[in-house]
């Protein structure tokens, strides 16, 4: 397997696969995308976060992702929680944190009300600083495999493959992947602490604070590795309400609780477990 | 009289030049401010989500992302290629 970093996690594709078209991509997503890096487009963006901007062609499109992400989830998984996450204490790269700090304030989630996107015309029409923390990845991921040509391609946990893979999840289970994305969103990985508690980078945009959910991991199989990873984020942070949300939209989810226990929704029980109890 | 024609002739087009430059500004400035205006959350409402309301959390109208077909199944016994441990 052929593997190299980016974006605060390791890169996986199939072994003897030109990768530098690949890495060259995924760096270029992330210089143009971090919160972390000063001189990013992004963080350009959100040191003056009201107003008309004009935006990149690659930052407008990732833009449309978000709002369409967000219009897709009720607002659950949005670009404008990035004031949130800096109050929740994930303000640097994630190595680079401090172990504890002050208490967490948690910041109003504004509105997509207050947010518009016209080609590379971007209009907030109150202060937000933005987050595409929520698709830029998976995008990535998708975008990686069109420029291989087929294979697949992973990163931190998120999936994209063209042919069957077998894809090993979080608690000792594996599926297969025949196509389109899988993707585990989880509280387990990126968490520090604040004021002594435990903090995670996923906002609840009710509370303005990282989300106090009961899943731990949440695995979601779509069409495509960013559908994939959308899906996990707003079934994590809908709660209990989760797999119903998921079953709705045709999708399977697996869930694991505090305690380590796996849950599965109606569509995972169909695809999954059922044809192997046959 | 031949030099203060050049001199009446490079006035006029200094002069030329400023109104077009004057003209292409109040242009620029009114494609701007429509191009503001369009985009503006108060009159675009295409943005305009149902964050207000987590009832909408099942809202189905969300056609513009597609979630796609999922192609997923039993692994057999087979051995992990790669790990999707979460993000």
Known sequence: MTTFRSMGCTVELPEGADDRRVRALFDERDRRFSRFHPDSELSSLNRMPLGASFVSEELSRMLAHALRAARATGGLVTPAVGAAVVAAGYDDDFDRLPEDGPPVLPVRVPSLHALSLRGPLLVRAEPIELDLNCVVKGATVDDALALLGGGFVAAGGDVATSAPLVVGLPGGDAVTLHGGGLATSSVTKRRWRRGGEEQHHLIDPETGAPARVPWLDVTVAAGSCL???????????????????????????????????????????????????? | MEPSSRIAKARRRVRAARYAIGAL????????????????????????????????QDDQSSDSFSFGTPSVGDSGSAVPQIQSSGS
């Open chain 1, 227 to 278: 559908a994939a990873d959308v899906a996990a984020k707003a079934a994590l942070l809908l709660g209990a309400a989760g797999p119903s949300w998921l079953d709705r939209r045709g999708l399977p989810g697996r869930f694991v609780d505090e305690q380590g226990d796996v849950h599965v929704n109606e569509n995972w029980r169909q695809l999954v477990l059922l044809p192997l109890a046959a």
């Open chain 2, 25 to 56: 500004a109040v242009a620029g400035f009114a494609v701007f401010g429509a191009a503001a205006r369009d985009a503006h959350p108060a009159t675009h409402h295409s943005v305009q989500a149902a964050q207000d309301n987590q009832a909408a």
